[in-house]
């Protein structure tokens, strides 16, 4: 039996749920990657031939494709927040990690395209760890 998996944008306008099982976690250091999420790297999910089953918004539901790419995002319309995507004809449902509102039991097999990283992206385990903003 598949299992559900629930998720939302960050506007909460946009909720879906996944059914089906994610087989591939990685997080993506590429321009491209780092570009759409303004961050260190992506962290996608990859469930082959799962479901995506749009809860509510899907009328705010946005695509983008880099040109000549097959590069693509989807996005909510009012807060811009990444959702899953659906790749490959059908056959690949793509999720952004932090998209998930219900646990993920997997752990990310591998960071990918790390040649591509940002030039402050490394050693980041040793940055200092806090619940909060510091003090300055
Ligand atoms: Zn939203
Ligand atoms: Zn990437």
């Not at 946009?14 to 997080?27: A, Q």
């Not at 962290?43 to 089953?53: E, G, I, K, Y």
């Not at 993920?104 to 490394?122: L, N, T």
């Amino acid at each position: 039996m598949s299992h559900t998996h629930r998720g939302s944008c960050l506007c909460g306008q946009v909720r879906f749920e996944i059914i089906g099982d994610f087989e591939r976690f990685y997080l993506c250091h590429c321009q491209r990657c780092r570009k759409g999420t303004g961050s260190a790297h992506a962290a996608n999910l990859f469930a082959p031939n799962a479901t995506v089953n749009w809860l509510s918004g899907e009328d705010h539901l946005r695509r983008y494709a880099v040109p000549d790419t097959r590069h693509t995002r989807c996005f909510c319309e009012t807060c811009g927040a990444p959702v899953p995507r659906v790749q490959q004809d059908g056959t690949l449902v793509v999720v952004p990690a932090g998209s998930l509102d219900t646990p993920v039991a997997i752990r990310p097999d591998a960071h990918i395209f790390v040649a591509g990283r940002a030039d402050w992206d490394h050693a980041l385990e040793q940055v200092p760890q806090v619940d909060t903003v510091p003090k300055p």
